[in-house]
């Protein structure tokens, strides 16, 4: 590490350098980002190219007074460096380790938790707006990337921010525009001198006194404002912000750290909502991260070389199973459109993308609009597959009520990411998946056990056209089964794999596999034990579930899922009203409570989903001749 870096251990220090002295810094953060990435992997392009925004942001304002909010959060490891966390950088995304958001309970300066979009801008306005109820004089920045503005969250909130008029500071960190030099110039120019103090004290001064001016001052004013605004026009690429009621600063160069330093000690006390917009480079820096920008979004562990990110070895994702299955429905049936919510390549569309692009729709960060315009597609007859991760399409639950479930409509839902995801924590489990959508009248809700039988479930899904239906499955590899030649499945019907009289296991999805390690070792110890792969939360089988129960075997449920109200909930529901013994039903699944990042399989273990913990919990339940143990009371 230089030493330059080594000596800032908060913003105060980084301000102990001369502004001439920034670009070192930059630098040298830069460094520490990719050398630190590359050990635990990461968000890695968004924060390369928000280096320099971030040193000019903690440089010119008094952060953690002054607030700064963070959209996203992919933006924020040099963010994290700079303010008290470098030497715990190292642990970045691990167990027990830094998260890889900004997250409250873990710094001062992370006003906010984020990891979703469009959200920042919305905090930002509540934070300035409590600020002035309660007569304090911090300042509030939020910093929005160019792909959160998709979200119409992000549009809500600015909308109310230019009718509330608080002052309150938004940066468009936009990686996505470029800037000729010639257009960038002239930006830089007029940035210049509409964000100088002298130019802004001159521009209200003339104002009041052409309103001064007898009988004309009203039309002088007037006169002059339409100039202004034509001019304007012309030259700025911010009039849909100023219609909206914020002044605009822009577009510069977000890689000049000195010149966003003046920028921003121009107009950090401006009145009112003002936007700074930024151009930057995703990855900047490096010309493996630059030269492929999707692919330095996120990594797993490399080395510092050039490109040297590894390829993964083994089975095949689900995601890419996925992608590969619904291309080829495509192919054969020209009314399959998929649809995105600006995730084509991470939800295994890149191919489908590519060779139909007029039937794959990203409709950007607006899961909302994603849900109800897959039912407009379905009103006349277009098989829409809206493709998206389990916790994202927790933002459209109205619209999978009220636009989808009320009328029935055979839109087909494609949730990844289902259960723990890993390292990017509590923000992005799907925890909720099988427990919101069984709430939901109409729809069918099933999860595979391997890669195979997402296959199945996919042209399941393509071939059901009574209403809607929705399928999640885990990230990461399959298991490495033998795919088959997709084929529907009987709807609500599960699978029974072992037979046993003791214990029957009921799982579903991702916990089949463990489930039947967990068997195996009961049946080491005498247990018989039968294991089912429920496939379907909803309809559930209960013709299998009543061909079981009939020996009064200890009813073992396990999802990954929340406890409360998913698919163990369910077969607790249907046993309750047959009259079985509640002491003999066992539910095992995700606890009440929200589950920090880390590696997946030391996770499971820790909510006991791996298979010894669930062989424990049986154990745990039953004595030493196979007769259920009633829980103890309390």
């Given at each position: ?122 905090a930002a306005l509540g934070m300035a707006t409590a600020r ?71 521009e209200a001064d003339v104002w009041e006194l052409l309103g ?423």
């Amino acid at each position: 590490m230089s030493e330059r870096l080594r000596k800032i251990d908060s913003p105060a220090d980084l301000k102990k350098y001369e502004v001439d002295e920034l670009p070192l810094v930059a630098k040298e953060l830069r460094d520490e980002i990719l050398r630190r990435v590359g050990k635990t992997g990461g968000h890695l392009g968004a924060s390369l190219g928000a280096v320099e925004l971030t040193l000019a942001l903690h440089y010119v304002f008094d952060t953690p007074r002054d607030q700064l909010v963070w959209d996203v959060g992919h933006q924020a490891y040099g963010h994290k460096i700079i303010t008290g966390r470098r030497d715990r950088f190292g642990t970045l995304r691990q167990k027990n380790g830094l998260s890889g958001f900004p997250k409250r309970d873990e710094s001062e300066y992370d006003t906010f938790g984020v990891a979703h979009a469009s959200t920042a801008i919305s905090a930002a306005l509540g934070m300035a707006t409590a600020r002035d109820l309660t007569g304090d004089d911090f300042k509030v920045v939020a910093v929005v990337g160019d792909g959160a503005l998709t979200g119409g969250m992000a549009f809500e909130a600015i909308n109310n921010a230019g009718i509330l008029k608080k002052d309150i500071i938004v940066v468009l960190n936009d990686n996505k525009m470029s800037i000729s030099k010639n257009v960038g110039a002239l930006n830089r120019y007029l940035t210049k001198i509409t964000s100088g103090s002298f130019y802004n004290r001159v521009e209200a001064d003339v104002w009041e006194l052409l309103g001064l001016i007898p009988k004309l001052g009203g039309k002088a004013q007037k006169l002059a404002g339409r100039i202004k605004e034509s001019v304007k026009t012309l030259v700025v690429p911010g009039m849909l912000f100023e219609e909206l009621g914020f002044r605009y600063f822009g577009p510069i160069d977000g890689h000049n750290v000195e010149f966003l330093v003046e920028t921003l000690r121009g107009i950090k006390d401006l009145k009112g909502p003002i936007l700074v917009h930024t151009i930057t480079q995703k990855g900047k820096g490096y010309d493996f991260t630059e030269q492929d920008p999707l692919c330095a979004h996120g990594v797993t562990k490399f080395e510092k070389i050039p490109g040297d990110i590894p390829a993964k070895k083994g089975s095949p994702s689900y995601t890419s199973v996925y992608g590969d299955t619904i291309l080829k429905l495509a192919h054969k049936d020209p009314g399959v459109v998929t649809i995105t919510a600006a995730m084509p390549d991470n939800t295994g569309l890149t191919a489908f993308a590519e060779e139909l692009p007029d039937r794959m729709f990203d409709v950007g960060i607006a899961e909302q609009h994603a849900v109800t315009f897959a039912c407009g597609l379905a009103t006349k007859g277009i098989k829409p597959f809206v493709t998206i991760y389990s916790t994202f399409l927790q933002r459209a639950y109205d619209q999978l009520i009220h636009d989808v479930a009320i009328q029935n409509l055979p839109v087909r839902f494609v949730l990844d990411r289902g259960g723990l995801v890993g390292e990017d924590g509590p923000t992005h489990h799907g925890a909720f998946d099988l427990s919101y959508l069984r709430l939901i009248p109409n729809l069918v809700v099933m999860s595979p056990r391997d890669e195979n039988e997402l296959r199945h479930m996919i042209q399941t899904q393509y071939e059901y056209s009574d209403g809607p239906s929705a399928v999640r499955f885990p990230r990461g590899a399959g298991t490495g089964v033998r795919l088959e030649e997709p084929r529907a499945l009987a709807i609500g019907r599960g699978e029974l794999l072992e037979d046993g009289g003791d214990v029957v296991l009921f799982a579903i999805g991702s916990m089949v596999e463990p489930a039947l390690k967990a068997a195996s070792m009961l049946a080491s110890r005498g247990i018989r034990t039968g294991v089912v792969n429920a496939r379907f939360v909803k309809p559930l089988d209960t013709k299998l579930i009543d061909s079981l129960i009939a020996p009064e075997p200890l009813v073992v449920t396990i999802e990954e899922n929340t406890i409360i109200g998913g698919f163990g909930s369910a077969v607790r529901d249907y046993l309750a009203e047959v009259g079985y013994d509640g002491a003999r039903i066992l539910g095992l699944g995700l606890p009440d409570r929200f589950i920090e990042h880390g590696a997946p399989a030391l996770l499971l273990e820790e909510v006991g989903l791996d298979a010894e913990s669930i062989a424990a919990s049986v154990f745990d339940r039953l004595d030493a001749r196979g007769r259920v143990i009633p829980p103890m009371a309390g």
